[in-house]
């Protein structure tokens, strides 16, 4: 059982952005990172999270006394406020409201349950030259659920794709390496230190692995999430880029605008967001500075129109 099930919070159908044609994603609990960005926050933990959409609270305050921790409470506007530091995230309140504005985001699913998701749209990926992409999260952290999955819908002859930061052991991933068909991974700062600093973890192990799938021969697409602050000096984008081209020269480069669309889910779960408000995507000039940086490295810099040129 600990092979075949696993921890889900998403299943996305009809994903155009998680590797090659049209695809479901499938986003996997649990990650080893902490990177001060995160798009998925609801992904970090390897158990359920509690989420509260205030915009659905009818105030009806029956979650109150369900909470076996009473870190529930009224709050001055007519809602509610949770004891993050309190919660345990049982979802006693999330069985009891009767306006779903309390959700547990993730839950338990069978590698037959989600490869049934998936396999729902065979057609598409035949059409499209789509498949299926495991992301999260961090799909590697549970490593033996990710091959029953994949190995399940390779039996069908469905494309697949991991989108990883590569923090994880290689034992881990050689185990759903074999099928896998394209790897997607963020390289997101060259320097160690500072990405010890912005990830809490040095990317030592990360660079390991990959130098081990470009020699290895996989198909490989890189992402260079382009942080405001962080990741976007010329520096870090030049040192990627010699990186990649270095390990393997035909292997893609993509950059990836900055996204802050992620505050929402930030106030869902009770987090703080890390960026102002007035922190925003980069402009069309700003990407294209950006590509020139990384094209003057002799990277294959790869933009999204080119997406059926993916190997698959």
Known sequence: ??????????????????GPGIRTAVFLKGCPLSCLWCQNPEGIESGPRLAWFRNKCISCLSC????????????????????????????????????????????????DEVAAEILKDELFYDVSGGGATLTGGEPLAQPRFCREILSRV????????VETSLQADPESLSLVSGKT?????????????RHARATGVSNTLIKKNFTLLSLGGADILVRIPLIPGLTTD?????????????????????????NPLARD???????????????????AEEMTAFESVLASTGARLWRRTERMELPT
């Open 234 to 258: 010329s520096d870090n984008l030049r040192k990627i880029g010699d990186f990649v081209n270095a390990t393997r020269a035909d292997i893609p480069v993509e950059l990836i605008n900055f």
């Open 265 to 283: 889910k930030y106030a869902l779960l009770g987090r703080a967001y890390p960026f102002d408000q007035s922190v925003g995507r980069h402009t």
């Open 1 to 18: 059982m600990e092979d075949t099930e696993g921890m889900v919070f998403d299943i996305r159908r009809f994903s155009i952005h998680d």
């Open 64 to 111: 109150v006394p369900s909470c076996p921790r009473q870190a529930i409470s009224p709050d001055t506007e007519g809602g509610i406020q949770v004891d993050r530091a309190t919660c345990d995230s049982c979802g006693a309140c999330a069985e009891v409201c009767p306006a779903r504005a309390l959700v547990m985001i993730g839950g338990r699913m069978s590698a």
């Open 181 to 193: 068909d394209l790897f997607i991974v963020d390289l997101k700062l060259d320097d160690g230190a």
């Open 154 to 161: 390779k039996a069908r002859d469905v494309h697949t794709a």
